[in-house]
Every structure is written in C-alpha cells, then in structure tokens.
C-alpha cells in the first residue's frame, strides 16, 4: 500500500526537539484510540519486523507505558512512557524513556519529555508530536538508532490499520 500522507520529521538542534507530524484520513476519536489503547498500540507502534509488545499500561496522568521493542529473534528492548497530562482527543503530555523490562529508567540513554497533539483537520486528523532533549548529543543518538525510518515506518502502519480496521 502507497501511503496518502507522509510523515513529516524537523530536528532543530538549537532548540534541542524533534519535531513529528502526520495526516491521517480518519476521526479524532479513531487516532486518539490508537496513540492510548494498548491493543492498539501493539498493532503498529513497532517498525516491522519489530513490533511492540505491551507488559503493562494505565493511560492517565501518573500512569505509564510499559512496553518492549520485539525483533524477529525475540530480542527485547524496553521503553517506558509516563503520562504527564492528558486532555482527551486533544493532547497527552510524556516523559519517555529507555528502561529495564521492570521499567528501570537507563539514563544512559536519551530520556525525552514532549507532548503529543490531534487536530481535527478537512482530511481527518493531524497528529503532531515534539520531543525535548536535554541535549544535542541525545538527538544524534536517536538519529544514529534510525529514529527517523523507524518512526516513519510505524506511522505508516498506522495508517494501513486505520484504513482496514473498523473501530
């Protein structure tokens, strides 16, 4: 399947942030269950052949994503992404993080705190999420893991079961 949209991926360096955006052809209310359902997030979150595998999630604010980066070998890396705040169909704020399986924070890793946003667009929604660093060196790390192709690819998984999936 082509992708309708593509993702959009703005590193500025001076203010330290990553900027990532995304069209979709589908409600609100459809994109938002997808970014706060683990069900959902299993589905598309990781790059193929990765995928995402959920060990726990409470999806309010002081809860947190528990999650693991699953390769084709079984090869685990975890990642956990605490809600800050949420204001439903609107935005979430998180602090999210490389970790252990019991989601001990790796603070050798970049550890970023950002807010994702969906707007109601003529198309559908618009999903932007910016990313925050504490440094430049944290973006280049990302970078250097294929943060960009890998963000790219989940999203347009994404958009591939927005399309077949009846919510």
């Known amino acids: 399947m082509e992708t309708i949209n593509k993702t959009k991926v703005v ?5 330290k942030s990553i900027l990532v955006s995304r069209e979709f052809n589908a ?9 706060t359902e683990k069900e959902l997030l299993d589905q598309w979150w990781g790059p193929s052949p990765w995928r995402a595998e959920t060990k726990s999630m409470n999806f309010e604010v002081g809860g947190y994503w528990l999650y693991a980066m699953v ?12 809600y800050i705040e949420i204001d439903k169909y609107k935005s979430f704020n998180i602090e999210d993080s490389f ?8 603070s050798e890793l970049p550890i970023s705190k950002g807010i994702t946003s ?5 198309n559908g929604t618009l999903v932007e999420f910016k990313l925050i660093y504490p440094s430049e060196k944290d973006i280049q790390i990302l970078v250097e ?20 999936t009846n919510f």
Request: negative net charge.
């Open 11 to 15: 590193k500025n360096l001076k203010e």
């Open 27 to 35: 409600p609100i209310s459809n994109v938002w269950r997808a970014y």
């Open 71 to 82: 390769s084709p070998e079984n090869e685990k890396h975890w990642g956990i992404m605490k």
């Open 99 to 106: 970790c252990d399986e019991n989601g001990i924070v790796n």
């Open 118 to 122: 969906f707007t109601e667009t003529n």
């Open 145 to 164: 893991m294929g943060f960009e192709q890998g963000i790219t690819i989940c999203l347009d998984q994404l958009e591939s079961m927005l399309i077949n």
